[in-house]
């Protein structure tokens, strides 16, 4: 029952595709511009058959074109007499006229794809121009090779079996022309297999629509429903089911190919946002980086000396003292400024300046405990001087006793 159901769907979702695509009015639309161009295109397979070994009376003896043979026959007839007198204005009308079967089914093609296309209707008419010549071509090898086949056929194979042979001659042709129209249709460059589907379908329809076809002329008795003109109106609808078939193929093509184009364009925008983001991300990332170097190259004074591991040691640089108290004296008032500053390889050095006065500097040695934030300053000069302070955040605490005074400083990383 589940099958059953998935198969409603699928051909209710079908009919509403093609409902949607308006493929009677574009069928109707190919028909009249068939009826328009019929004249024309047998007037130049007239031209292009001329006395070749080819006899249409035999390709139309099959039952496939019972129904329409007598007014295929007449138009061949008619186009042949036009050729008795052919001028030069003949041929460039019936070539113009010719090619408006091609143009338009074209331009349904557009329609049927949803393709909105430039202003270039000349190239639409160079190209069914073309088609044109293409479509002749066929025609006349299809006619040259049922003459041989015929020949052949019949020699090899028995009454049935010919026939079979004949069949699949005209299956192969109808396929490739088919094949060739589907691609001449879709406005957009793709693959050739991707109208295989369609004109296989197209193929299945139209065996289907000839067997209903001449079941409906041997019983619907339509001479007596339309008189004298059952000849027209019987050709009329015989190039309707045909027209509705390929339509129906076409449409089935356009579905896959727009599907095909919508996730192709998706993965080129999703590459080019891809694409875009790893250039910005790349941008940011020399940004960030650039800024970091200058920012490390003003913050970190040290790292002048080209040295990396400098950056390990956040607490080499200069100190300045921003407050030095002798009990309860200010003796920063004395002095001009005093700056404590660590160096790499364990060597610091002091420096202080009296109003008035010389600059002195104290060098030592000096030893960091990370951990514990404790510095420890030693000096030589002129007697052994050994002292340890706490150094946090940047900022250096040093107390010591001097008689019955304590002299507290702090210095704070510039």
């Not at 080819?54 to 003896?61: A, F």
Request: glycine letters at 6%; proline letters at 2%; a positive charge.
């Amino acid at each position: 029952m589940d099958t059953l159901k998935k198969i409603y769907r699928f051909f209710k979702e079908k009919y509403e595709l093609v409902s949607l695509k308006k493929y009677t009015t574009i069928a109707g639309t190919l028909v009249f511009f068939f009826i328009m161009s019929i004249m024309p295109l047998s007037f130049w397979l007239s031209l292009l058959i001329g006395k070749l070994p080819i006899d249409l009376e035999q390709v139309l003896g099959l039952s496939v074109f019972e129904s329409v043979k007598n007014i295929l026959l007449y138009v061949q007839k008619e186009a042949t007499n036009a050729t008795a007198s052919v001028s030069f204005f003949l041929v460039i009308t019936t070539l113009y006229s010719s090619t408006n079967l091609f143009y338009q089914m074209r331009r349904s093609g557009e329609i049927i794809y949803e393709f909105k296309r430039r202003k270039r209707g000349v190239n639409v008419r160079l190209g069914a121009l073309l088609l044109v010549f293409i479509v002749m071509i066929i025609v006349v090898l299809f006619l040259l090779l049922f003459a041989l086949g015929s020949f052949l056929f019949s020699q090899i194979f028995s009454g049935a079996w010919a026939i079979v042979a004949e069949y699949a001659l005209l299956a192969t042709v109808s396929f490739l022309l088919v094949l060739l129209l589907n691609t001449y249709v879709c406005p957009y460059k793709t693959s050739i297999r991707r109208f295989l589907p369609g004109t296989v379908l197209t193929i299945c329809l139209w065996a289907l629509a000839i067997v209903g076809f001449s079941v409906y002329i041997r019983f619907g008795n339509v001479r007596r429903l339309y008189g004298a003109l059952s000849v027209i109106i019987v050709f009329l609808l015989w190039l309707y089911v045909l027209t509705t078939c390929f339509i129906i193929g076409v449409i089935f093509n356009s579905e896959s190919i727009t599907e095909e184009r919508k996730k192709e364009r998706k993965r080129k925008r999703d590459k080019n946002l891809e694409r875009a983001h790893t250039k910005r991300m790349k941008t940011v990332i020399k940004s960030s980086l650039l800024a970091g170097v200058l920012t490390l190259f003003f913050l970190f004074p040290n790292l002048k000396s080209g040295k990396l591991t400098d950056i390990t040691k956040p607490y080499l640089g200069e100190y300045e003292c921003k407050q030095a108290l002798l009990g309860e004296e200010d003796c920063l008032k004395r002095f001009d400024n005093i700056v404590l500053e660590l160096k790499p390889k364990n060597e610091y050095a002091l420096s202080y300046k009296e109003d008035g006065g010389k600059k002195r500097t104290v060098e030592g040695q000096y030893e960091y405990d990370d951990e514990k934030g404790i510095l420890t300053l030693k000096s030589e000069n002129g007697q052994c001087f050994k002292r340890s302070f706490p150094l946090k955040d940047g900022i250096l605490y040093i107390t010591l006793r001097i008689g019955e005074k304590t002299l507290s400083m702090q210095f704070e990383k510039k």
